[in-house]
């Protein structure tokens, strides 16, 4: 079974929700999400945070965090996932952002490097991974990917 | 080229900036404009706004505007369009509601029907569009291309 329909089954079957807040993604993330019949039944709503003031004014993230950790960093893939969520009232909430290709003028860091956060009530967490693309549109599906199996991971130890 | 870089090229060399609220379209909107290299510069926030309730909290439409027009309507997608621009402080806007396959059950109205908005500071308009799909992809991705063409020809309107 796809990984998308896997996720929709678990989601259905325990009545949890979820939201998601994505930046390098830009949309693609709940694409995935919403392509399933009927993910409207858990899927409530999706924040694409492209601006910093939008993190500001969207999630609720302090400036000065984001100055303070940089929005390409482990803390913030995590407050974005924990204000999503608790922003949402959702069971889950999942997070990206990261430096798509062909990168960012204004950071030092590496093009595709790149964070997924997630977030349930009993915790806040995040994975770094490298996105190793030719395209922007390689760049988001391969980190999609990547956000739903680790989204697929969670919810695996949730059911056990 | 690609209608996706002539609108880019468009808003970049007017320094217009864009944000979008999609129902139906569940982020598909999104991840064509974010396809482009560079659209950050432009495109600040995206709403995906799939439940009631978060038409309702992020957008600040009043759930007795819902009720009396129907989410599947010209003038929510108008308000939803008249919203988000308003609160991301861009200089346009665009929004999708409609009926992706396999249908609302809550619903009368035919699967494929479809709304897309526009705001500037001059107009707030909308356009109604049946679209015939065999699948939500097919749906999400003739309903985006749909709507990037109709904020093509408004793009040519304010260049003229």
Redesign the interface.
Known sequence: MMIDKEISSILRENSWTLA?A?SCT??????R?????R??DY?????????T??KI??LGIEERILEEYGVYSSQIAKIMADKTRK??STTFSLSTTGIA??GDETSDLEVGLSFIGFSSEHETNSKEIKIKSDS??EF?KKLTETCLRYFKEKLDFYIA
Chains 1, 2 share one sequence.
């Open positions: 998601t994505e830009g949309g693609y993330l709940a694409h999400i919403t392509n399933i019949v993910s409207s899927f409530t709503r999706g924040y694409i945070v492209y601006s003031k939008s004014e969207l922003n949402s290709p062909p922007r549109v988001k």
